[in-house]
């Protein structure tokens, strides 16, 4: 995603950063901007440090590596894990954030990615499960040697958390973007809807976008295969993993994104539509009233009733469908 908003005033601080493995920047104005932001940066460092799979002393790396069957979190760590597990639920399992074993398997991003043996995803599945997790409050009890990856909400959460602290230092616009997690905070210091560009997701080129919504205070998230992926003999390998199958989610959907004022919701829903697919993803969509903008690998742009009238349509040249 893209913002494409440019709009000079003097109580704007920006600041572009880089942490969860993922590069950031947040804009905001109003008095006091700087000390918002600089608080935000905090809060997210601070996420990081308890949910990262990678550093090894942040809480969920203590879980995953923990000895015998049970963790005790911290509140904010079992609170997302609860929402996780509600997620999972509504998703029928498309969400999932037990599959650390195999997310590690995969490793989509490493500099040598490989294709796991049949026998070595088979064996990871097995390790896996949002069922084998039983929490009571922040006693976790692990029925299986399951290891957690919760990449696929906690940019989601930071997002929303980030929304929070601005709104406590009085922040009235400003614009949060998480690495394709995108929170618009009210409406642009000149009182228009926020443009957020929709990344064409069969351009390298950052600034390709298939078209663009026009907002204010929501969240906007995608999950899409041309992130984090490598190709190998033809076959696109990404990051979304299909907890069914254990490999690469093969939906008919090559980009979904979620437009919500819960950017944690946004996340999850935007990762498990993806895994879902057109049909499915739409028809869970529909009955939870959640607002989407969905691509096909055939190149269709499916916009949410809602959205169609915010949503100006760019990608015609690059040859994509959009049937309004
Ligand atoms: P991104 O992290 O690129 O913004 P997503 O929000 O879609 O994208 O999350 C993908 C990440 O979530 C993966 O890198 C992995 O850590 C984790 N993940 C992969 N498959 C799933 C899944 N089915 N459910 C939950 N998390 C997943
Ligand atoms: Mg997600």
């Known amino acids: 995603m893209l913002l494409l908003n440019s709009c000079q005033s003097k109580n704007e601080y920006t600041n572009n950063f880089f942490t969860m493995d993922?590069?950031?920047s947040i804009t905001a104005y109003g008095?006091?901007?700087?000390?918002?932001?600089?608080k935000s940066i905090s809060y997210i460092n601070r996420l990081d440090g308890l949910f990262s799979k990678t550093l090894n002393q942040s809480e969920i790396s203590l879980a995953n590596n923990r000895d015998g069957s049970a963790y005790v979190f911290s509140e904010t760590v079992s609170a997302l894990i609860a929402k996780s597990l509600e997620y999972s639920k509504a998703t029928d399992g498309a969400f999932d954030i037990t599959l650390g074993t195999l997310t590690?398997?995969?490793?989509?991003?490493?500099?040598?990615?490989?294709?796991?043996?049949?026998?070595?995803?088979?064996?990871?599945?097995?390790l896996t499960g949002y069922k084998n997790l039983i929490q009571d409050k922040t006693h976790v009890l692990f029925k299986n040697a399951l290891k957690l990856d919760m990449g696929g909400v906690?940019?989601?959460?930071?997002?929303?958390g980030v929304y929070e602290i601005l709104s406590d230092y009085g922040i009235k616009s400003a614009i949060v973007n998480?690495?394709?997690?995108?929170?618009?905070?009210?409406?642009?210091?000149?009182?228009?809807?926020?443009?957020?560009?929709?990344?064409d997701p069969r351009n390298d080129d950052q600034n390709a976008i298939i078209g663009y919504i026009s907002v204010k205070d929501t969240s906007i998230v995608t999950s899409g295969?041309?992130?984090?992926?490598f190709i190998k003999d033809g076959i696109r390998y990404h990051h979304i993993i299909d907890p069914k199958t254990g490999s690469p989610s093969e939906s008919d959907l090559i980009s979904a994104t979620i437009i919500s004022p819960s950017s944690t919701m946004a996340d999850a829903f935007s990762t498990a539509v993806f895994i879902m697919g057109r049909e499915k993803g739409e028809k869970f969509?529909?009955?939870?009233?959640?607002?989407?903008?969905?691509?096909?690998?055939?190149?269709?742009?499916?916009?949410?009733?809602?959205l169609k009238s915010s949503f100006t349509f760019e990608g015609k040249e690059k040859g994509y469908i959009y049937d309004k």
């Open 154 to 160: 906690v940019k989601g959460y930071a997002c929303d």
């Open 22 to 24: 993922t590069p950031m």
């Open 31 to 38: 008095k006091n901007a700087k000390e918002g932001v600089t």
């Open 104 to 126: 590690n398997l995969w490793d989509t991003k490493s500099e040598t990615p490989k294709i796991p043996s049949e026998k070595d995803i088979s064996d990871a599945l097995k």
């Open 178 to 199: 998480l690495g394709g997690n995108i929170y618009v905070i009210g409406e642009k210091p000149d009182k228009t809807p926020w443009n957020v560009g929709i990344k």
């Open 225 to 229: 295969d041309y992130q984090r992926y």
């Open 285 to 306: 969509l529909k009955e939870n009233n959640i607002d989407y903008i969905l691509i096909t690998k055939s190149k269709e742009v499916i916009v949410s009733e809602n």
